[in-house]
């Protein structure tokens, strides 16, 4: 039996999608995705396997239309346990505040913490601007897409990342013991290394490399139409280490 939970701490565009398949491809695991979501049981395609895992009516989870019950994560963590394998779900930076369960769980000693992020500022903040525009939040290919720069939409979240960032880093930091805790970036998503990385991690060996979503071949510059706008803001990145 996993001596650890799982949490995967992330935000948007960062990867997590891929990481989350990842962790979900071992026998000794049962991963959930963002269950701490507003409206996991309203929209979410999960929650049919919440149903199904719980033995749970999936009209009674619509009707609660929320983020998952604190009573329901319990349960679902113990039927983990008694079928001897971790619990996991992914939790974005906001959920912490929302959900008490969360933070008990992040800072609980049975809980593992893989802390995910995407150090290229003007790359997430491309990615977030193309989804948002076309409504497709799943995938990376926009051929056709080009976007509007606004320097002041773009200095606003420049420094809503950097602090939302360094805030959590510290609190994780702070808060988990250093064998219970890696900081991973997006650059690894897909590789080998992320592999070997988060199995020696969790002692996990059965661990198995998903296929990568088909990603777009063009830059995140190059869906900007005016390229002098842009052009100072191309290098921002959290820094951490340095």
Not at 43 to 53: E, F, L, P, T
Request: proline letters at 2%; hydrophobic letters at 35%.
């Amino acid at each position: 039996m996993p001596a650890k939970d799982i949490a995967l701490v992330s935000t948007s565009r960062s990867g997590s999608n891929w990481l989350l398949q990842l962790l979900g491809s071992s026998k000794s695991t049962n991963i959930y995705g963002e269950i701490g979501k507003d409206d996991f049981l309203k929209n979410d395609s999960g929650k049919a396997r919440i149903a199904r895992d719980l033995n749970l009516n999936i009209e009674e989870l619509t009707k609660i239309g929320g983020a998952v019950p604190s009573e329901l994560v319990e349960k679902l963590k113990q039927n983990s346990h008694l079928d001897r394998k971790a619990f996991g779900c992914k939790i974005f930076y906001y959920h912490i505040e929302k959900r008490a369960w969360i933070e008990e769980f992040l800072l609980s000693d049975r809980t593992k913490v893989i802390h995910l992020f995407r150090n290229n500022i003007f790359e997430t903040f491309t990615s977030l601007m193309l989804a948002s525009k076309s409504g497709n939040w799943l995938g990376s290919q926009y051929p056709d897409m080009k976007l509007d720069f606004d320097r002041d939409e773009y200095i606003k979240y420049r420094k809503f990342a950097e602090q939302n960032f360094y805030r959590w880093f510290n609190y994780l930091e702070t808060r988990k013991k250093r064998e219970d805790l890696i900081t991973v970036e997006y650059s690894l998503i897909g590789t080998d290394k992320m592999v070997q990385i988060v199995r020696a991690f969790l002692s996990l060996e059965d661990l198995s490399l998903p296929a990568l979503p088909k990603q777009s071949k063009k830059s995140a510059v190059d869906y900007w139409k005016d390229f002098d706008s842009i052009q100072p803001y191309i290098g921002d990145r959290i820094k951490i280490g340095e």
